[in-house]
């Protein structure tokens, strides 16, 4: 008995020992294959480099002509450099992931059933979107296909297919992220209107008639972006908007005419600080008052300085701030002459007080 205890120790023991050996053999493995990997990446960085530049068309073409492993290594260093490239550098390592079928598997891969490898192929097609925008077969082939995806049951998928969109940059594909702001599957407003600033002046037409959507969150969002790119265009539609009957789209028109500095508004902006009902319209008018620097406003900023509603008051007195000497010497009387409006009008001054001190600090 005691003998075949001591044999099962030793056999127990050998076990172990020889797992720990296949271990350490494995892991030494492992190291070896790591370094030599990372070893191969740091040589194909200068080719995938110089494939960047498009007159070297020597190294463009090494690395189409990588065997399989090479490139897979080699891959994710393309990819990587392709989202910091615009232009000439961009069309060229473009071109490479076309000739190695990596956009046709792309674009294969959105109608496949793993949601993973439908965000990567859509990711795929982001990095390459602002050059496959332009190739007239496979350009509306990949928008068509990513606009599809729009409606995908997986939100990840969802989020993917916007960006690769915004990327694409082309007016069509704007229409297709407004037309999904509402509906079954709505994709969220904050990463369509990130892809809509960055399509840009594309993207003004859809963004126009969205302003007359039903939907008043839409509108409002609309007007916003739409301040964002700066088209002029906007403007009879931003000063229309004024009018709206809904407090949220006056305030965003508002807020829109303000960023573009646009003089025109000034006086629809002065009658609606004066008479608008709803302290954040209030509110909006004396921010785009201040901000578009019209020193005809004074007068009716001074009155809402000493308003009971918080917001627009102080958005009176910080507008009075931006608006040179003229605006703080209003400010000073007010804080002498008028109780009620003391208290917004002292902030103001105080942070002007500050800035100025601040300022004699540094220099």
Known sequence: MAFAVTVALYASLVLILFCVLILLVCRMVRNRLDRLHSQRVKELRPLVLASAVSEDDE??????????????????????????????????????????????????????????????????????????????????????????????ADPTVRAAVVRALGRFGDEAGARALLAHLSGRRQVASGLVSHALVRI??????????????????????????????????????????????????????????????EHSAVDPLLTMLSTDSSPRVAAAAAEALGAIGDRRAIGSLASAVGRPHFRSAHAAAQSLLRLGPQGEETLRQLVRDEPTAEAHASEALAQLSLRQSAGRTTS
């Open 200 to 261: 840009a002046f594309p993207a003004v037409p859809g963004l126009l008639e969205a302003a007359r959507s039903d939907d008043v969150q839409i509108r409002a969002l609309a007007l916003e972006l739409l301040s964002l790119i700066g088209d002029r265009a906007a403007v009879p539609q931003l000063l229309e908007a004024l009018r709206d009957d809904q407090g949220v789209v006056r305030a965003s028109a508002a807020q829109a005419l303000g960023q573009m500095g």
């Open 59 to 152: 190294a463009l073409e090494q690395l189409v002509q990588l065997d399989r492993r090479s490139w897979r290594m080699g891959e994710p260093s393309v990819l990587s450099l392709l989202s910091q490239l615009e232009g000439e550098g961009h069309e060229a390592l473009t071109a490479v992931l076309v000739r190695r079928g990596l956009v046709d598997r792309a674009l294969e891969d959105l109608g496949r059933r793993g949601r993973v490898r439908r965000a990567r192929a859509a990711g795929v097609l982001a990095l390459t979107g602002p050059t496959l925008r332009h190739d007239p077969v496979v350009g509306p082939r990949a928008r068509q296909a990513l606009e599809t995806l729009l409606d995908d």
